[in-house]
């Protein structure tokens, strides 16, 4: 059975860091394209970050600069660095897999197949 976990969400300052991470269990995910979305309470679920198969890195405009998305196939582990976060990016953050290995990875939540149950960034000003 497939499953991600994310963890190291909580309470942040506005211009601090968090990491998240997401670890993978029941099968490899080094041959797969995985991404963080995030929604906010009344609003949809947004794309974040990919990372495709080869380490190609694509972010949103809304945290470029900020955010850097990071895997360790190793450990089937993807993080999200989190730096100088502001109050708007408070959201539940989930992870997700994709099966294929398209490039570039898609930025549409309904393309992937596994999903985390997500964990909560809270951004205080």
């Known amino acids: 059975q497939v499953q991600l976990v994310e963890s190291g969400g909580g309470l942040v300052q506005a211009g601090g860091s968090l990491r998240l991470s997401c670890a993978a269990s029941?099968?490899?995910?080094?041959?797969?394209?995985m991404s963080w979305f995030r929604q906010a309470p009344g609003k949809e679920r947004e794309f974040v970050a990919a990372i495709s198969w080869s380490g190609g890195a694509y972010t949103a405009d809304s945290v470029k600069g900020r955010f850097t998305i990071s895997r360790d196939s190793a450990k089937n582990t993807v993080y999200l660095r989190m730096n100088s976060p502001k109050p708007e990016d408070t959201a539940v953050y989930y992870c997700?897999?994709?099966?294929?290995?398209?490039?570039?990875?898609?930025?549409?939540?309904?393309?992937?197949?596994?999903w985390g149950q997500g964990t909560q960034v809270t951004v205080s000003s």
């Open positions: 997700a897999a994709d099966r294929t290995a398209v490039l570039p990875p898609s930025r549409i939540s309904g393309d992937y197949d596994y």
């Open positions: 029941g099968r490899a995910f080094s041959r797969n394209n």
